[in-house]
């Protein structure tokens, strides 16, 4: 039987995210239009609520240690239409609108090969 805290954040109406134990949690960014999965980042507190204020996509960096907005050097922000919440909250979809590319590689998404056996095959002009 599920806690009365499970319970709410499973089933209820009140938004509960469910960080790790590093203070984060996943985001997939799909293309609000074609539903193309553009990129898988990790977002904190920072990040979701500076994402909620502002519409644009904010995500935590690992490896800088800090908040980040998509598109804050390269221009190509990502601006967010909807954000869906997986049941147990610790997992969110953000919809979004790109300006641009989302990939640092500057394709138009971060998943643009295909594995083939033990070979990687690009998959996007």
Request: proline share 2%; aromatic share 6%.
């Amino acid at each position: 039987m599920a806690d009365s805290a499970s319970a709410e954040r499973e089933q209820g109406r009140r938004f509960m995210p469910k960080f790790d134990d590093k203070g984060l949690l996943s985001a997939v960014v799909t293309d609000s239009e074609s539903g193309e999965v553009l990129m898988v980042a990790f977002m904190d507190q920072a990040a979701l609520d500076a994402t909620r204020r502002t519409g644009k996509a904010h995500f935590h960096s690992r490896s800088r240690g800090k908040l980040w907005m998509k598109g804050e050097s390269s221009g190509h922000v990502l601006e967010v239409t909807e954000i869906l919440v997986d049941c147990d909250q610790d997992a969110l979809v953000l919809k979004a609108r790109p300006a641009g590319p989302t990939c640092h590689t500057g394709a138009r998404s971060c998943f643009y090969r295909l594995l083939n056996g033990d070979e990687l095959e690009r998959v996007e002009g």
